[in-house]
């Protein structure tokens, strides 16, 4: 079956993320696949983040540069929510293409599982927002885009994030209001994107002052420097995404396992870092799947 031809499965989470937001501070660890989507369920995550980023780094084995193509995003969503019913939320990047693209990329990845899509105003293809050398599409391109995305959705409680790179492309003044024409457009949350003081987080709070949800991004050597999620909805950030912080982590323990294996030519040296056979199969609910199986014999 096709990504496009996916029949419509939203999360059967109780609450939907409207209605997380509004009551409270939402925090969403990234996730890449199945797997770490259910780890992060598991941990007790109810709202997790699809990040693009993440996706080229494991799938691709690429830095984020807009190598990432709606087809592999959407199939990899659909297995995530095959396996959680976590609130998702899906780093749309630009939408792949014009407003007509965006509507496309909407309507797949809303059928495939998303509760929210984010949608930023870089040109095609872009780059990580904490990137150098960044280029942006105008302000009124986004606002077709954000218009268009709002069309093309089916449920009203699927949300659109509205996410701008302007401050290091034009400057603070001119990311506020690109976001708030992106707020007049109807977008639903407003994400500006890579601060780089804790002033400007501050500032970004503070001049928007819309009673719309605000994004904080937390990457782990980026520009923006990091804080807690606790300490960010203190500030007025409702929503706190880590998109790529288990990638990092993950990278660094692979790193580490590859050269003791090559070092050792065995695992032994590393067996307190790693999950036995059964460990990992009862992480992954085997025996629930085998009782599962016997119904049906």
Same mark, same amino acid.
């Given at each position: 079956m096709s990504v496009s031809n996916v029949p419509h499965r939203p999360s059967t989470n109780s609450r939907s993320l409207g209605e997380k937001l509004s009551n409270g501070g939402v925090i969403a660890p990234g996730v890449f696949d199945a797997l770490t989507a259910h780890?992060?369920?598991?941990?007790?995550?109810?709202?997790?983040?699809?990040?693009?980023?993440?996706?080229?780094?494991?799938?691709?084995?690429?830095?984020?540069?807009?190598?990432?193509?709606i087809s592999e995003l959407a199939d990899t969503l659909t297995l995530i929510r095959d396996r959680v019913d976590s609130s998702i939320i899906v780093d749309g990047d630009t939408g792949f293409g014009n407003a007509i693209n965006v509507q496309r990329s909407i309507r797949t990845l809303e059928r495939a599982g998303a509760n929210a899509v984010q949608l930023e105003d870089q040109t095609f293809p872009? +780059?990580?927002?904490?990137?150098?050398?960044? *280029?942006?599409?105008? !302000?009124?391109?986004?606002? #077709?885009?954000?218009? =268009?995305?709002?069309?093309?959705? +089916?449920?009203?409680?699927?949300?659109?994030? *509205?996410?701008?790179? !302007?401050?290091?492309?034009? #400057?603070?003044?001119? =990311?506020?209001?690109?976001?708030?024409?992106?707020?007049?457009?109807?977008?639903?949350?407003?994400?500006?994107?890579?601060?780089?003081?804790?002033?400007?987080l501050a500032r970004i709070v503070k001049?928007?002052?819309?009673?719309?949800?605000?994004?904080?991004?937390?990457?782990?050597?980026?520009?923006?420097p990091i804080q807690s999620a606790e300490d960010l909805h203190a500030l007025g950030f409702k929503l706190v995404i880590f998109p790529g912080g288990i990638v990092r982590a993950l990278a660094l323990q692979a790193q580490d396992f590859y050269q003791s294996l090559r070092t050792n030519g065995q695992t032994n040296a590393f067996r307190s870092r790693m999950l036995d056979f059964d460990g990992l199969n009862s992480i992954l609910g085997l025996q629930e799947l085998l009782d599962q199986s016997n119904i049906y014999k």
């Open positions: 780890l992060a369920s598991s941990a007790g995550f109810d709202t997790l983040y699809l990040s693009g980023a993440a996706v080229a780094y494991t799938r691709l084995g690429r830095p984020d540069i807009g190598l990432v193509s872009k +780059r990580c927002g904490h990137l150098k050398d960044k *280029a942006l599409v105008s !302000a009124s391109e986004m606002v #077709g885009k954000v218009k =268009a995305a709002l069309d093309a959705r +089916r449920d009203p409680n699927m949300l659109i994030i *509205a996410r701008t790179d !302007a401050i290091a492309v034009e #400057g603070f003044e001119r =990311a506020i209001e690109r976001a708030q024409l992106y707020a007049e457009a109807g977008a639903d949350i407003l994400f500006v994107e890579a601060p780089p003081s804790q002033d400007e001049n928007l002052a819309t009673p719309l949800p605000l994004l904080a991004n937390m990457v782990e050597g980026g520009r923006t």
